[in-house]
């Protein structure tokens, strides 16, 4: 009844519809006290009622308006949702899949994917009708049902993610279910999947590129629904998916493509989480790979890796106060939210801040830099210094400014990178000696920009981060009459660290560090490596020798080039079980080598040879404590044998004879 098709007239089908429906709402009412509350829910029977349902409020046909009645109670589509609510809300949790099944059976059979308004208008009403605390399994069930679809049409499984997003959005907090990690390795082997099918086809290319952005968005909504302790865990999570990078060449071996793809979905969670501590926010085994990202080969990925570190370090919106490099002569103009920094976050700046600082000194030395990729590292250090700029940290990004100017100096990258870079430094310490509230230290940075502005502009952002001075070709840059010939920079244009370690003594900041430049090396291998205290003492020789009366210890030295740390003494502690290590591995490689190449017979002759000597050993074992039980039971004279009473001899007290 509720198929009625085309044989009736229009009055004569509305009618058999409503019945067909009402019909349908009275069996689902009477589970609930009769004997078929049981069988209802059979799939034999729900893969009848659930398409009916459906079919009814897919056709429009049936306005309302167009009937003697403009109740919505005799609109087909009208009852038949109300029916699949009520259907619905009855459900218990091993009911939800005979429901959804269907649907979803019913969804592909009649291709109302595509487009998506009926669909997501099917899975509204099921998000909304199901019992909150069933609603995840819902969403276990699309994901499963994308796993079908997996060598479909892209926009198939575009819809699909979409359904999937939409849900999410309704289903409370916290309702993805026990299996957490497992949506997310689902979700993200699908972006996999998606960015190997490559597709010569435009169109194809096209759609593929807008599952993999459904996919990134659908992701993200997950992580809003997840507390932010577990928003850390999938962002590690999503980390695991990249290869370990080896030291040469960082990620070179893998699809680019993917990696943007995961760098978005690391940046899309990272916009859901609210940073509270930095240590929390940055556990070693998330910050050291993200660090190592930041120097990808591709210019636009290392913007997307800063904006993931913008936004986990921001916690007062001063991101976009930060984003172009620019001379203020007061940054109150800039509206800085500054709060005092606490203790935990100052400890994790002593233990994993020279990290930030070596990879930004080495993200500044990539030729491949663009201005965008220098004002994103720039907003990364001023983020730092407006987060985390305490007087105990001050010292070190002063110490970090100095240190890119030495390599604007001395380094061999093309004369628009020095001049940026130059440029960046007048713009920070501008920026950081406001922070501190020295007049005596600001009053020595606005000199030396005077003087730049004299007599080198080219050196200031106002020139060098105009985009309309950038020569497209390293042949325009040498016929561009725009940045100078004489590539000298003179001293008075540059900072003195001298005088700045004066003014910054003055205030009472502990300046001993500043002469002490940055490691200016990635830092390579484990986690566990990574472990260094920001007071690097790079600069000390130490002999390590012997003491007289001590056993023979090899003398070691460090010369200036090692970086000495607590770290490094370990591992020269356990270089002897390294040398163990190896000799096993050498010997299992033997092992491993003689049965593939050796004769059988001479495999069966060792493995003879060596059970023979472990039977002799064993027996001389045995031989030896069998004589030694001997000597010790034997008498030392006559009467020693009568020494020792029988024990059914012995006399026992009362009370322990039963």
């Known amino acids: 009844m509720c198929h009625s098709g085309d044989q009736y007239d229009r009055d004569t089908k509305l009618k058999f519809r409503r019945a067909g429906l009402r019909g349908i709402q009275g069996v689902v009412r009477k589970t609930v006290s009769d004997d078929l509350q049981v069988n209802i829910w059979e799939p034999i029977h729900m893969d009848k009622i659930v398409p009916s349902l459906l079919f009814n409020m897919q056709d429009t046909r049936f306005n309302p308006a167009d009937v003697e009645s403009p109740r919505d109670e005799d609109n087909p589509a009208h009852l038949a949702e109300v029916v699949f609510r009520d259907l619905i809300c009855r459900a218990s949790y091993g009911n939800i899949r005979s429901i959804i099944l269907p649907v979803l059976t019913h969804l592909d059979n009649h291709k109302l994917w595509v487009p998506t308004d009926f669909a997501i208008r099917c899975f509204k009403v099921v998000m909304f009708s199901v019992q909150s605390q069933h609603s995840y399994l819902v969403i ?264 890119i100017q030495t390599v604007a100096v001395s380094s061999a990258l093309p004369i628009t990178h020095r001049c940026a870079l130059h440029a960046m430094v007048a713009a920070y310490l501008n920026l950081i000696s406001q922070l501190l509230s020295g007049p005596a230290i600001c009053s020595y940075i606005t000199n030396i920009v005077q003087v730049r502005q004299t007599s080198a502009p080219h050196l200031l952002p106002d020139f060098a981060y105009n985009r309309t001075n950038r020569p497209q070709s390293l042949t325009a840059l040498e016929k561009s009459e725009l940045y100078p010939r004489n590539e000298t920079v003179k001293e008075d244009w540059l900072f003195d660290q001298s005088l700045l370690s004066d003014h910054l003594a003055n205030m009472g900041l502990d300046v001993g560090r500043l002469g002490t430049p940055f490691t200016q090396k990635p830092f390579v291998g484990d986690a566990k490596e990574h472990n260094q205290s920001i007071s690097d003492i790079g600069s000390i020789n130490i002999d390590i020798e012997s003491v007289d009366g001590s056993p023979i210890m090899t003398k070691r030295k460090f010369s200036s080039s090692e970086e000495i740390t607590v770290e490094s003494l370990k591992k020269m502690l356990a270089e002897e079980r390294t040398e163990d290590k190896e000799e096993i591995e050498r010997r299992r490689r033997e092992v491993v080598k003689t049965f593939q190449t050796a004769p059988f017979e001479e495999i069966v002759a060792r493995s003879e040879a060596k059970s023979n000597h472990f039977h002799n050993k064993l027996s001389e074992i045995l031989d030896m404590v069998s004589s030694t039980s001997v000597k010790k039971s034997s008498p030392v004279d006559g009467s020693a044998s009568d020494s020792s009473d029988q024990v059914f001899g012995m006399q026992f007290p009362d009370l322990f004879v039963y």
């Open 140 to 403: 276990q069930l699309l994901l499963s049902h994308l796993d079908k679809h997996v060598k479909d049409d892209p926009e198939i499984k575009t819809s699909i993610i979409t359904v999937l997003f939409e849900a999410v959005l309704i289903s409370a907090g916290g309702s993805i279910g026990p299996s957490v990690l497992e949506v997310f390795n689902n979700l993200l082997r699908h972006l996999r999947i998606s960015v190997d099918n490559r597709s010569s086809n435009q169109a194809l290319h096209t759609a593929e590129v807008r599952f993999q952005d459904a996919i990134v968005n659908t992701i993200g909504e997950f992580a809003n629904n997840l507390p932010d302790y577990q928003k850390i865990e999938i962002m590690m999570f999503v980390m695991g998916k990249f290869p370990q990078f080896a030291d040469e060449e960082v990620g070179g071996q893998m699809d680019m493509q993917l990696q943007m793809s995961l760098l978005k979905t690391l940046l899309k969670v990272a916009t859901k989480y609210k940073t509270v501590n930095m240590s929390n926010a940055f556990p070693p085994e998330f910050l050291h790979p993200l660090l190592r990202m930041s120097l990808l080969e591709d210019a636009g990925m290392r913007i997307t890796v800063q904006a993931i570190l913008h936004t986990l370090i921001d916690r007062h919106g001063n991101t976009e106060k930060l984003k172009s490099i620019e001379l203020c002569p007061d940054i109150a103009c800039l509206e800085l939210t500054v709060e005092k920094c606490s203790r935990q976050d100052i400890l994790f700046m002593k233990k994993s801040g020279i990290q930030f600082y070596c990879h930004i000194l080495e993200n500044l030395q990539l030729e491949s830099n663009r201005v965008d990729n220098l004002e994103a590292v720039y907003c990364t250090m001023g983020l730092l210094a407006v987060e985390m700029g305490c007087d105990e940290i001050i010292v070190d990004l002063y110490r970090l400014a100095l240190d």
